[in-house]
């Protein structure tokens, strides 16, 4: 599969930050849904186990962008909080 050639990334690390993301988003869709940006834009959302609506919001979004393919949504998300506990031996 060959995918179009981005000219331009932009990445949001977010954590329960769902009313947020959904004000860039449609902000975002507003300004650059166009052919003038045409495979142009991607948008690299990086989810550290969000509880919120994070995930939601994305999906909503994805499937919004995805009937024109003018700009292109990733979506990684982590599935739970990892923790590291170090024991120290006496």
């Known amino acids: ?4 050639k ?3 990334s ?3 690390p ?15 869709v507003a300004s650059c849904n ?3 940006f045409k495979n142009f ?3 690299v959302i ?4 969000s509880t919120d609506k994070t995930k939601e919001i994305v999906y909503k979004y994805k499937k919004i962008l995805s009937k024109n393919n003018f700009i292109h949504i990733n979506y990684f998300r982590r599935n739970r ?5 170090r024991i120290k031996k006496f």
Do not use: H, Q, R
């Open 1 to 4: 599969m060959s995918y179009p």
């Open 6 to 8: 981005i000219n331009f």
């Open 10 to 12: 932009i990445v949001m």
């Open 14 to 28: 977010i954590y329960n930050g769902a009313s947020d993301l959904e004000k860039n988003l449609k902000l975002f």
């Open 34 to 36: 166009t052919k003038k």
């Open 41 to 43: 834009f991607e948008f």
């Open 46 to 49: 990086t989810d550290n186990a």
């Open 81 to 85: 909080l990892k923790k590291f506990i």
